[in-house]
């Protein structure tokens, strides 16, 4: 049996209003995922900027992976990235929010931030803030199934989730949270949802305990994203 070839294609949503900067950082992001991975070619595109996403996958040969950096498996991977890639014989791999680790790496960032704060995890709330969706579950449904799993890697820490789009609203579940509380926003990229919209509801809310970067900034994700690309390939 012949593996696939050992390709891939970073692929996140971006910022329809400015897409430069996300697609600049998802550059150096697979810069940083190859860096792992000496013998593969790793491409990266957003959907946002016009035609990134088929000039990358152009370049694919069939049967490279195609690596979602979304965190819910909604509207945008099942639908649009794969009329995008206009019927290439790819493999779509399952979003970021899915993987089985993320869970693991995101304890291990809020641990680390309680180390730096001299906190307790029995005094401290975590605030997983995600987009939600008006029109259908799933995004909420990624948010709550995360916040369930982080809450059994750390059962003494009080893990709450908060949407943009739906309830329960940021808004209110950040209020009254005191100031030994940590907000940790369920995104890969930080667009437009991270530097505007969580930090106004946040504001609204009167949170004044930390608010960090989201998750897909995190330090040990492009080690994550390559062992996946690895993996998936030994199981094609």
């Not at 950096?69 to 779509?92: E, H, S, T």
């Not at 799933?138 to 820490?157: H, W």
């Amino acid at each position: 049996m012949t593996l696939p070839p050992k390709q891939a294609l970073i692929v996140a949503h971006g910022q329809p209003s400015d897409p430069e900067p996300p697609e600049l950082w998802l550059a150096e992001f697979a810069v940083q995922v190859a860096a792992f991975l000496p013998e593969w070619t790793i491409r990266s595109a957003t959907i946002a900027k016009p035609e990134a996403l088929e000039n990358q996958a152009y370049y694919l040969d069939d049967g490279a992976a195609v690596f979602p950096m979304f965190m819910a498996d909604g509207w945008f991977v099942g639908r649009v990235l794969p009329r995008r890639l206009k019927g290439q014989n790819l493999r779509i791999l399952p979003p970021l929010g899915f993987h089985d680790d993320l869970p693991q790496l995101a304890a291990a960032v809020i641990q680390d931030h309680l180390r730096v704060q001299n906190w307790t995890e029995s005094e401290t709330h975590v605030l997983l803030a995600g987009h939600g969706s008006a029109k259908g579950d799933k995004a909420a449904l990624s948010t709550r199934n995360f916040a369930e799993s982080l809450s059994e890697l750390l059962p003494e820490i009080d893990i709450t989730q908060g949407l943009i789009e739906e309830s329960p609203f940021i808004f209110d579940a950040a209020r009254d949270l005191g100031d030994r509380a940590m907000c940790l926003p369920f995104f890969a990229l930080e667009g437009g949802h991270c530097k505007f919209d969580i930090p106004q509801a946040l504001d609204a809310a009167g949170f004044t305990g930390l608010r960090l970067p989201p998750l897909g900034y995190a330090a040990a994700l492009p080690a994550l994203v390559a062992q996946a690309l690895k993996e998936s390939r030994k199981n094609a």
